[in-house]
């Protein structure tokens, strides 16, 4: 038995933030549920009451809302094993991961501070309109990598007070990328 894992693309976050695919709202839900950290079958066995399916998520994974970060697999002896072991049924867990966004790894450093600069620019502008005018002033003035690093708590914690937490942690996980931040 196969259980995967899913995040959301920048398509899905941008949906969960701005709404411009007017995703429907049953879909949009599922969609926020999505974090990459549980598998589909929990996600499902929580909106199930909604009368949301496995299709659904299908759906997300088709419009390219959603990605397949991981896939748990479950093993199970085989009959022809002699081991004691396989007298039991025993499981094993093992993890095969897939990178979201290996571009955003594969980057030469003035490709990271030009990719840093534009995201700060356009989600500070987007996000936190004309209170981030001081922000973008210390964007301007980043002269490295380490003074963008330095500027992640002041900006999460903006975007947080003016837009909520669901969407500050949609862009510290973009954010935490793009530094490379684990």
């Known amino acids: 038995m196969n259980a995967s894992i899913y995040d959301k693309t920048e398509k899905g976050r941008e949906e969960i933030t701005t709404r411009k695919y007017q995703l429907a709202s ?9 974090d990459g950290k549980q598998t589909a079958t929990d996600i499902m ?11 659904n998520l ?8 959603i990605i397949e970060v ?15 072991a396989s007298e039991s049924i025993a499981t094993t867990t093992s993890i095969a991961t897939k990178s ?3 571009a955003a790894l594969e980057m030469t450093d003035a490709e990271r501070f ?3 600069y534009n995201f700060y620019n356009e989600t500070i502008k987007s996000t936190i309109g004309l209170r981030g005018y001081g ?14 690093r330095a500027l992640r ?8 007070k003016t837009k909520g937490p669901e969407m500050a942690r949609s862009l510290s996980d973009r954010l935490d990328l793009l530094l490379g931040i684990a």
């Open 26 to 34: 049953r879909l949009r839900t599922l969609l926020v549920m999505i």
């Open 45 to 55: 066995k929580k909106v199930a009451a909604l009368g949301l399916t496995e299709q």
């Open 58 to 65: 299908q759906e997300l994974l088709e419009q390219e809302f």
């Open 70 to 84: 991981a896939v748990l697999a479950e093993t199970f002896p085989t009959a022809t094993d002699s081991s004691p």
């Open 100 to 102: 979201p966004e290996p």
């Open 114 to 116: 030009q990719a840093l």
């Open 135 to 148: 922000l973008q002033l210390k964007v301007e003035r980043a002269a490295n990598i380490d003074d963008f």
């Open 153 to 160: 708590q002041t900006y999460v914690e903006a975007v947080q």
